[in-house]
């Protein structure tokens, strides 16, 4: 297949970045498309957590994200993106974890056990925890659930258990403005994303 690079104008890049990145997750031969688009995605979390394709990103790509130490945004944010995402999965859950019953408490855990150990529970303030992990705290490991007790009780006189994460810290990544893909994994961008047309991707390629 021909190849061709295409070069996004910067604008159009934080307004695509996760449409692009959902729709190249899903296929094995947009590798190098998916890594482009993910040291964005990084640095800019908050472009995938409120685009309406976060809600549908496949488990396995969500969590590959989330294990990232340099993610550019708040933990308590990270939390409450997971607790929205894991309700819209199927069967969808409620929102109001006020009505929750507990076998809606047991699904939740289900779907998010595999992201707790690498959520900085540790890192965030006593009001994010009280908000917004105290409510949850039922899908939370006895031993992780104690211990935040614990922590947050003692208004910063008790110390983090020893094998807690440290902050994430993020890195200023350089991401090229181009990235090498061939014509059919262009098309099938366009397609899959319904975002923009072939003719628009077009205009911004060269060979």
């Known amino acids: 297949m021909e ?3 295409i070069t996004y104008e910067r604008d159009w890049i934080q307004g695509h970045l996760a449409e692009i990145f959902s729709t ?4 094995e031969n947009f590798t190098r498309l998916w890594k482009h688009f993910y040291k964005e995605l990084v640095q800019k979390p908050n472009a995938l957590f409120t685009s309406p394709y976060f809600l549908s990103l496949k488990r ?9 130490n340099d993610l550019n945004i708040d933990e308590s944010e990270i939390w409450k993106n997971l607790i929205d995402w894991a309700c819209e999965q199927t069967p969808m859950l409620r929102h ?10 047991k699904e939740l855990e289900s779907r998010l056990k595999d992201f707790i150990p690498f959520i900085r529970f540790f890192c965030i303030t006593k009001d994010q925890y ?4 105290l409510p949850y705290e039922n899908i939370l490991p006895d031993t992780l659930r104690n211990e935040l007790r614990k922590f947050f009780e ?3 006189e008790k110390s983090p258990p ?10 200023n990544h ?31 390629v060269r060979y």
């Open 3 to 5: 190849e061709c690079i």
């Open 24 to 27: 190249a997750s899903k296929y």
């Open 60 to 68: 396995s790509t969500l969590l590959t994200f989330i294990k990232r």
């Open 96 to 105: 109001d974890v006020g009505r929750f019953t507990q076998n809606d408490f």
């Open 130 to 133: 009280t908000l917004g992990v």
């Open 154 to 156: 003692s208004n910063g």
């Open 162 to 171: 020893k094998d807690f994460l440290p902050s994430r810290i993020p890195i």
């Open 174 to 204: 350089s991401v090229p403005d181009s990235v090498l893909i061939n014509n059919r994994q262009l098309e099938l961008l366009a397609t899959e994303s319904g975002m923009v047309s072939f003719q628009f991707l077009m205009g911004v």
